[in-house]
């Protein structure tokens, strides 16, 4: 049982408390970070982004050309931004849900969740195959409606749905009014652990990685692309950009995607007593069915991951530090937390931690190509990355072979999504947007803005 003698008598005080960064990256177990360039080099391939986009291009590229060389360019350190900040669900989707993909690409819904599928199974077979230990689980999805209006959502009558009584037998919370298993299509990870396991596989293979290397710009000299750096040059035949919500280096692409703060809470270890208190045998993923939703789940080592709902955009598209760590949101997290969990009013949390995600105006990621197909890009995953990055890397790679293949042919792949308007209209439209999402979860009902932004195929989630 966790010891009480000191417990923090407000939500305020156990924040202060808390450790301001994610339990992934508070761990003896992070690797030191590697050197950076060193001065000018030639190369194959360039990724810019040590994030999981970069990290499955660089394994992949090895992996379906031997010998070519790589070279992977993080301005950070690997896993150090949403990569290692993120809550370590890894889902089939590609299309962020079957709503948004049956809407989007009615066409192609079937075939891209088939891909879905296989590009999980992909992700699985690599952890395998490379040993990395990083507490790859498939315990299913757990879907829960908490207002009255959200429980029609769940299709009750049909396999998978659970009513009050069993959902709540399943995990103990009053909260909950129905709910859905999916045992298939979703993993959960240790997603700083799967990143740094594919950058030692990647440089098993010769990838060379440096971190610490800031790309300043990127230029075509005598048929050859030049990617300058803080510390270098590099001359290379190729480049992938995987740099998602920072400021990409195509300027085509800056207005494709909106920087979006996400923020997150994890407790201490349960005891075993509290453990049972909550039921949560089968420690599946769960998420509840609002606009702005909280995703949680349960830690290798029984702690209570609980994060999203606030998603916070700030004017001028900023990214900055110090947005990392916003006392109201983690103070309203706290709140809900217990509000779900009420028998668990005694544990505090150890960790609170934000960071930035990319949100493109139609949920999922988009690809493309530039200078004459020599420069390959993906962003816009909007939170589901983890699983999505490594399709986005065999897309890209497609994109460089200039091939055609099954996934280059994609109606996703083909078409970008419309782009998000200049200030100050960014602002002002996200924040009515976020308004109606929020009255929406509360009345049940969608208003006059939500469904023009519907016709139009433009969006904001949480």
């Known amino acids: ?121 992909g992700i699985g077979d690599t952890v395998q195959r490379y040993g990395i230990d990083c507490g790859f689980s498939l315990p299913g999805m757990l879907t829960v409606a908490t207002r009255p209006h959200e429980v029609a959502g769940l299709e009750p009558g049909t396999p998978g749905f659970l009513d009050a009584a069993a959902v709540r037998a399943l995990v103990h919370s009053p909260t909950y009014l129905a709910g859905r298993v999916v045992p298939e299509g979703s993993a959960l990870v240790d997603p700083a652990r799967l990143a740094w396991g594919l950058a030692r596989a990647a440089e098993s293979l010769g990838v060379h990685i440096a971190e610490g290397t800031r790309v300043t710009d990127l230029t075509r000299r005598s048929g050859q692309l030049r990617v300058t750096t803080s510390s270098g040059t590099v001359t290379a035949a190729h480049v992938v950009l995987a740099t998602n919500a920072f400021r990409p280096l195509l300027a085509r692409l800056r207005f494709h995607t909106v920087p979006v703060y996400d923020y997150v809470l994890a407790t201490e270890p349960l005891s075993a007593e509290q453990l049972a208190s909550i039921g949560w045998e089968g420690r599946q993923g769960i998420a509840d069915s609002g606009n702005q939703f909280h995703y949680y789940r349960l830690t290798d080592d029984d702690r209570v991951l609980w994060g999203g709902y606030d998603a916070i955009y700030h004017f001028g598209r900023r990214i900055d530090s110090a947005l990392e760590d916003r006392r109201a949101t983690h103070r309203l997290l706290a709140e809900q937390f217990y509000e779900t969990f009420p028998q668990l009013a005694g544990v505090r949390f150890t960790h609170r931690w934000g960071g930035v995600i990319d949100t493109s105006t139609r949920f999922a990621a988009m690809f493309g190509s530039s200078w004459r197909g020599r420069v390959a890009y993906a962003l816009g995953f909007t939170g589901l990355g983890v699983g999505a990055s490594r399709f986005a890397a065999d897309v890209l790679l497609d994109l460089l072979s200039g091939r055609a293949t099954e996934r280059t042919r994609l109606e996703m792949v083909r078409r970008r999504p419309l782009p998000f308007p200049p200030e100050p209209l960014a602002w002002i439209g996200i924040q009515l947007t976020r308004w109606s999402l929020n009255r929406e979860d509360a009345t049940g009902r969608r208003n006059l803005w939500m469904r023009a932004l519907d016709r139009l195929g433009l969006g904001f989630d949480s």
């Open 1 to 121: 049982m966790t010891d009480q003698t000191h417990r923090p008598t407000t939500v305020d005080d156990d924040l202060d408390r808390a450790v301001p960064q994610s339990p992934w990256l508070d761990t003896d177990q992070r690797p030191a970070p590697r050197p950076p360039l060193d001065g000018d080099t030639e190369t194959d391939l360039v990724v810019v982004g040590g994030g999981f986009t970069g990290l499955w291009t660089a394994l992949r590229a090895v992996e379906r050309e031997p010998g070519r060389r790589v070279l992977l360019l993080e301005a950070d350190r690997i896993a150090e931004h949403a990569t290692g900040r993120n809550g370590g669900f890894c889902e089939a989707s590609l299309t962020h849900g079957e709503v948004n993909g049956r809407e989007r690409w009615p066409a192609e819904f079937d075939q891209l969740q088939r891909l879905g599928l296989e590009n999980l199974a």
